[in-house]
């Protein structure tokens, strides 16, 4: 399965998300991290710095590293990414029970493959009006059907309130029930280079990233 983090709106929360759903997969299942955002957060989080590798020229077994999770493997963010040329799929080939990319906020060639090869594109949005237009901006790319959403640090607030009542009036298919609230333990994870289900495995945090990875797989 190929679950790709995108907005094209960025701050929205794509690698917290990408990062602490698939700590909650490798406790059960073999998970591949694949960076594709230039940026390289998902990459920092691992110790892993954005280099010229160019992934998609080199032998798969000289561009994925291991991180301190034996269940979780990761190949690095490129510089050279930005050259690309249309070579994503022979990369989801790989034998893993689960692939997870961290996508760049933008729209381009690479993120139109990342779309178009993805079996789910989970999109975060925050809870407010623009960041629900770039969802909605997503679907009219028609890039790929099953497209879900679903609300990031939401506060227990009117206007919050209001953006999920909005959000439920959408067709079910277009959305996820489990939202993640604001968070200062999400929020310090790059501090920790930890994941909030690893630091805090029992936390509201933790059981509302399991509860949406259940919505998924």
Request: glycine residues 4%; charged residues 25%; proline residues 6%.
């Amino acid at each position: 399965m190929i679950i790709s983090l995108y907005n094209i709106k960025g701050g929205v929360g794509k690698t917290s998300t990408c990062i602490n759903l698939a700590s909650t997969a490798s406790k059960t299942k073999k998970v591949l991290i694949i960076d594709l955002d230039i940026q390289g957060a998902s990459s920092y989080f691992f110790g892993k710095k954005p280099k010229k590798r160019g992934i998609f020229k080199k032998p798969i077994e000289k561009i994925i590293k291991k991180t301190n999770n034996p269940n979780i493997d990761i190949i690095p963010s490129d510089k050279q990414l930005i050259k690309y040329q249309g070579e994503l799929k022979k990369l989801l080939n790989l034998k893993y029970d689960i692939i997870f990319i961290d996508a760049p906020a933008t729209l381009n060639d690479l993120t139109k493959d990342i779309l178009k090869y993805s079996d789910i594109v989970l999109s975060p949005v925050l809870p407010n009006i623009l960041s629900l237009r770039t969802y909605n901006q997503l679907l009219e790319t028609k890039l790929n059907k099953n497209i879900k959403l679903f609300v990031n640090a939401y506060e227990n607030k009117p206007s919050h309130k209001q953006i999920v009542k909005a959000i439920l009036k959408l067709p079910k298919s277009q959305y996820l029930k489990t939202y993640i609230p604001k968070s200062e333990k999400i929020e310090n994870m790059p501090l920790y280079k930890m994941s909030v289900v690893d630091k805090y495995p029992y936390s509201l945090e933790t059981k509302r990233y399991q509860k949406l990875l259940s919505e998924l797989i």
